[in-house]
C-alpha cells in the first residue's frame, strides 16, 4: 500500500503499472490469433560480451554476449518483436550462497539493460528474476545451514534483485523463484522507490516441478548441485495450489500472471483465465517443449510450421494472451505478408 496526495492506494489497485506503454496496453485486449503482441522472445546473456554460444540440448538456440545482441534483435523486430524475457548466465565470475552476481555490476543483465534500451527504446524489456543461475548451490532462494529454504531471507534478496533489474531499465519484473510472498516484497521496494507506475510485475505464479526444464538447465548452467526444487514448484497434479497461488500473487500486486510448462497444463491455464478474466495470461512453451517440436520436424515426423501454429493457437483459445516461446522469431518471420499460411 502507498499513499499519494493522502490517499492510500492499495497494491492491488495500482492499474498504472499495467499499461504505461503500448505492448502492456495490448495485452490487456483478449483476441485468439497469433500477432507480435503474442509473443515474447526468451534470451540468454552471457559474460563474454563478443561470444555466440550455440546451446547443443536447444538446437538453433544459442547464448549471446552483449555485443552480438543488438545484430541479433534487429532483423527479429524488423518482423514485429516487441517484447523480450533476459536470463544472465555466468561462467567466470564466482557463485556463493547468497548469489552476490545476480545483480551486481559485472552481471550480464544489468550490464545489457541500459544498451538494449538505448539501441531499441519501443522494445519491453522483462527480466526474469532467480537466485538458481548465480547461487553455488542451485536453488532459487537462500538456504539455511541445515540445507532448508530460508524464505525470510529470499524474499529479501530476490527483491533487492528485482528493485536492482528495475533501476537498470527493466520495464517488467518476472520472479521465477516461487518463494512465498515475494510478489509483495518486490511490489513494496517498487513502490518505496516511486517506481510503481513504471514497472510491471509479471508473476510465475503457476510454476510446477516440471522434468521439461532440461534443456533450460544446460542452456543458463542453473542445474542444482544437490536435492531438487519440488519444495518450492508446484506439484504437478495440483490444481488447488495452483488457485490458490494466483489469488496470492494477485493480492500481493501483480500485475500479469504465467503458467509453465504449457502442453500438458492447458487445464490450469484454462482455469486460471476465467477465473481472473481481468489479468493478462502468459503461457511459457518452456525448453523441453521446444526440443520436442524441434526434433519432431527435424525427423520428418510434423511439418514444424504447421504442427507449431496448431501448438500455439491451442495455447491461446486454452486463454493465454502472450505466450514465452523460443520459436518466436520464426513465427514472426513466418507472419511476414509475404511467408503467412
Not at 513502490?191 to 532440461?214: D, H
Request: proline residues 6%; glycine residues 6%.
Amino acid at each position: 500500500m502507498y499513499e499519494k496526495n493522502n490517499f492510500k492506494v492499495q497494491n492491488k489497485h495500482i492499474l498504472h503499472s499495467s499499461i504505461f506503454n503500448p505492448t502492456l496496453r495490448g495485452w490487456q485486449s483478449i483476441k485468439c490469433e497469433i500477432t507480435p503482441k503474442n509473443l515474447m522472445y526468451p534470451l540468454f546473456i552471457v559474460e563474454d560480451d563478443n561470444a555466440v554460444q550455440p546451446i547443443n540440448s536447444m538446437p538453433g538456440i544459442s547464448r549471446y554476449g552483449i555485443n552480438k545482441l543488438k545484430q541479433h534483435l534487429e532483423g527479429i523486430i524488423k518482423n514485429g518483436l516487441q517484447s523480450v524475457l533476459l536470463f544472465g548466465v555466468i561462467e567466470n565470475l564466482p557463485k556463493d550462497d547468497v548469489a552476490t552476481h545476480a545483480d551486481s555490476p559485472d552481471n550480464p543483465v544489468m550490464r545489457a539493460l541500459p544498451k538494449i534500451k538505448s539501441w531499441f527504446p519501443n522494445l519491453t524489456i522483462a527480466c526474469d528474476v532467480c537466485l538458481c543461475p548465480y547461487s553455488s548451490h542451485g536453488h532459487c532462494g537462500i538456504l539455511k545451514p541445515d540445507g532448508t529454504l530460508d524464505n525470510t531471507a529470499s524474499l529479501k534478496r530476490i527483491s533487492d534483485v528485482a528493485l536492482a533489474y528495475a533501476k537498470a531499465g527493466a520495464d517488467i519484473i518476472a520472479p521465477s523463484d516461487m518463494m512465498d510472498g515475494r510478489i509483495g516484497a518486490i511490489k513494496t521496494k517498487l513502490v518505496n522507490s516511486g517506481l510503481q507506475e513504471k514497472v510491471a510485475i509479471l508473476s510465475y505464479t503457476a510454476k510446477f516441478a516440471s522434468s521439461f526444464y532440461g534443456p533450460f538447465r544446460d542452456a543458463a548452467k542453473s542445474k542444482p548441485a544437490h536435492g531438487d526444487r519440488k519444495c518450492y514448484q508446484l506439484p504437478p497434479t495440483s490444481t488447488g495450489l495452483a488457485i490458490r497461488a494466483a489469488e496470492r500473487d494477485i493480492t500481493e500486486g501483480s500485475d500479469m500472471l504465467m503458467v509453465k510448462p504449457t502442453m500438458i497444463y492447458m487445464d490450469i491455464l484454462k482455469e486460471l483465465k476465467e477465473k481472473h478474466p481481468e489479468y493478462p495470461m502468459f503461457a511459457y512453451q518452456v525448453s523441453g517443449e521446444y526440443a520436442m517440436i524441434y526434433h519432431a520436424a527435424s525427423k520428418g515426423n510434423a511439418e514444424l510450421k504447421i504442427v507449431l501454429m496448431e501448438v500455439l493457437e491451442s495455447i491461446r483459445r486454452a486463454g493465454a494472451d502472450v505466450i514465452i516461446s523460443y520459436f518466436t522469431p520464426v513465427v514472426l518471420e513466418w507472419l511476414q505478408p509475404k511467408n503467412k499460411l
